[in-house]
């Protein structure tokens, strides 16, 4: 069984950095289009970042586009999101995704496989 876990939200000031990773079980992310989403309170789930299937290429948001940056280590089974020069409306609950045979602009109502969700909150 396949499952993802995310790990290292936190709090953080304005202006400040976290790295998000995602550890993949159960089989390797290979065939998957990953991405992350994040979900602010009374909001929709909304797409940050993804990576190709192939991991031939990354999107992001224009809200985030600058500021972060997907990357993932085959060795580890692993993805991250790097976030920097976070903002207060950066807070949401972030989550890793895995959408089989995916672009790297793979939506929501695609994804095949969701994550528990860690939280970021960045104060001003």
Known sequence: ???LAESGGGLVQAGGSLRLSCAVSGRTFRGYAMGWFR???????????GMHWSGASTSSADSVKGRFTM????AKNTVYLQMNSLKPEDTAVY?????EYGSSRAQASEVN???QGTQ???SS
């Open 120 to 122: 970021v909150t960045v």
């Open 71 to 74: 990357s993932r280590d085959d």
């Open 113 to 115: 496989l969701w994550g």
């Open 95 to 99: 989550y890793c995704a895995a959408t």
């Open 1 to 3: 069984q396949v499952q």
């Open 39 to 49: 979900q602010a309170p009374g909001k929709e789930r909304e797409y940050v970042a």
